[in-house]
């Protein structure tokens, strides 16, 4: 029987996000849109993510712009997004009156497959969106954040899958951020979940640790349906492993792709003068390329891997990576196994830095590290010691129900708050992720309309979002 393998073409957001820090311009994507196009890509996963951020802190553009010109050069394919449930695009959860505003403009603007996950796999935090989605007719894919740890059994993955199916989902991602997958685990993985639950299933894995193409094998002979990849020159190291590979890899197999090898070589050829430009820039850092089977070890995701490293550096203890590696686990260890995705992936990696530079563990504390440990992020896979819970919180009251259930709407609180400076319907959804970045955009893209130039800054080697 055969089963043509699909393709999720990663290069216009998870590619550049995982080596470059999500700086690909919407004008650098422009003249390979058609030819991305034509290839029959199953989608494009072009935005969420961190694009959205990076669009207005960093890139000045207007992130609806961006979708609306993808949606203009691509009629032919799916164009896909990554979405943080409640949290949306944002790093605090929302009212739902919010999540569902931003799904219905999404859907309206040319998104068609919102991947939608929560960072502890915590299934009442991906309601609102799963029924959102399903309301705009758009195709709900819900994601497994994958990791390792004592709780993260096959049964576990199998059970949350359930819970996944009984919520509306149309299918479901096993999304290994961190690299944490090895063949034969994958293996296992798809067959049990494929046993218990009638659901396509698509697999997602980075190349850190070096096994992404023999996970991709191993999972699509086990029964996966879709597979991510990303365009060769944005391929390895922290990012996926190669479309074309991977397509030559299942040719004239009962997997094979159909996709032309001759037409994706034109697109490696656009990509490669982009990956040399931002070698030269300073952009892409080498070290973002080599495989590291210690990810294995430290289970650091790569945008997080790359966002670590530019912290340490502003800090000038660029030299203390190893030691704030070694950290992490620990940190997530008693943070009750969070797997590490935005934004966990922040909250423990940031704290991890802190561990280190300040000497103490825990000396100093993020806000976003308190509010994790006190369960305003959902519930953790595993329970949070109490006595690290008070020692980090104190006296406050860990939150037991869907933190989402202690919000009111906010919707029309946010529109009321920058009236001045709503041009278009979508402009209240970014100043409610990005508060202060969102209103700096909105002036600077007052100032262009009017004629006020205003120096450009090189925000190049600033932090940024995984």
Same mark, same amino acid.
């Given at each position: 029987m055969t089963k043509p393998i699909k393709i999720t073409e990663t290069a216009l957001r998870d590619a550049h996000q995982s080596l470059i820090a999500t700086r690909m311009t919407t004008d650098e994507m422009l003249p390979i849109l058609d030819d991305l196009d034509k290839i029959g890509f199953y989608s494009l996963e072009c935005w969420g993510g961190a694009t959205f951020d990076s669009c207005l802190r960093f890139l000045d553009e207007d992130p609806w712009d961006r979708l609306r010109t993808l949606k203009d050069h691509c009629k032919n394919t799916k164009l896909q997004m990554l979405f943080r449930g409640q949290n949306m695009l944002g790093y605090r959860h929302y009212a739902d009156d919010v999540v569902e505003y931003f799904v219905q403009r999404s859907v309206a603007n040319g998104i068609d497959i919102i991947r939608i996950f929560d960072a502890l796999n915590d299934? #009442?935090?991906?309601?609102?969106?799963?029924?959102?989605? #399903?309301?705009?007719?758009?195709?709900?894919?819900?994601?497994?954040?994958?990791t390792t740890g004592p709780v993260f059994t096959d049964e576990?993955?199998?059970?949350?899958?359930?819970?996944?199916?009984?919520?509306?989902?149309?299918?479901?991602?096993?999304?290994?951020?961190?690299?944490?997958?090895?063949?034969?685990?994958?293996?296992?993985?798809?067959?049990?979940?494929?046993?218990?639950?009638?659901?396509?299933?698509?697999?997602h894995t980075h190349y850190t640790s070096g096994l992404a193409s023999m996970c991709l094998i191993k999972g699509v002979e086990a029964g996966v349906d879709m597979i991510d990849t990303a365009i060769s020159p944005l391929a390895l190291g922290t990012s996926h492993a190669p479309t074309e590979s991977m397509v030559a890899a299942f040719m004239g197999t009962p997997y094979d792709?159909?996709?032309?090898?001759?037409?994706?070589?034109?697109?490696?050829?656009?990509?490669?003068?982009?990956?040399?430009?931002?070698?030269?820039?300073?952009l892409l850092d080498p070290k973002m390329l080599a495989?590291?089977?210690?990810?294995?070890?430290?289970?650091?995701?790569?945008?997080?891997?790359?966002?670590?490293?530019?912290?340490?550096?502003?800090a000038g203890k660029?030299?203390?990576?190893?030691?704030?590696?070694?950290?992490?686990?620990?940190?997530? #260890?008693?943070?009750?196994?969070?797997?590490?995705?935005?934004?966990?992936?922040?909250?423990?990696?940031?704290?991890?830095?802190?561990?280190?530079?300040?000497?103490?563990?825990?000396?100093?504390?993020?806000?976003?590290?308190?509010?994790?440990?006190?369960? #305003?992020?959902?519930?953790?896979?595993?329970?949070?010691?109490?006595?690290f819970q008070k020692k980090i919180i104190g006296d406050i009251e860990p939150v037991s129900c869907r933190p989402a259930d202690l919000l009111k709407p906010e919707l029309d609180t946010l529109r009321a708050e920058i009236?001045?400076?709503?041009?278009?319907?979508?402009?209240?959804?970014?100043?409610?992720?990005?508060?202060?970045?969102?209103?700096?955009?909105?002036?600077?893209?007052?100032?262009?309309?009017?004629?006020?130039?205003?120096?450009?800054?090189?925000?190049?080697?600033q932090i940024h979002p995984v």
């Open positions: 299934i #009442k935090n991906l309601q609102t969106a799963i029924k959102a989605a #399903k309301k705009e007719g758009a195709h709900a894919q819900v994601a497994i954040s994958y576990y993955y199998v059970e949350y899958a359930k819970r996944i199916a009984d919520a509306g989902a149309d299918s479901i991602c096993i999304k290994d951020m961190a690299a944490l997958l090895t063949p034969y685990r994958t293996e296992k993985l798809v067959k049990a979940i494929k046993s218990e639950i009638d659901l396509p299933l698509q697999l792709t159909g996709l032309d090898l001759q037409a994706l070589s034109r697109i490696r050829e656009y990509f490669m003068t982009l990956r040399e430009k931002y070698i030269k820039s300073g495989t590291n089977a210690n990810a294995l070890i430290y289970q650091v995701p790569g945008g997080m891997l790359s966002n670590l490293l530019s912290q340490l550096k502003q660029e030299d203390k990576l190893d030691e704030v590696l070694q950290e992490v686990p620990r940190v997530r #260890k008693d943070s009750g196994y969070p797997p590490l995705v935005t934004p966990t992936s922040q909250i423990v990696g940031t704290q991890a830095v802190f561990n280190v530079i300040t000497g103490e563990r825990y000396k100093m504390c993020t806000k976003e590290f308190k509010d994790l440990v006190a369960g #305003k992020y959902g519930t953790t896979p595993m329970p949070i010691d109490k006595e009236p001045q400076w709503i041009d278009r319907e979508e402009d209240v959804l970014s100043y409610a992720q990005f508060q202060k970045v969102a209103l700096d955009f909105f002036e600077r893209r007052r100032n262009k309309r009017v004629g006020i130039n205003s120096d450009k800054v090189d925000f190049k080697n």
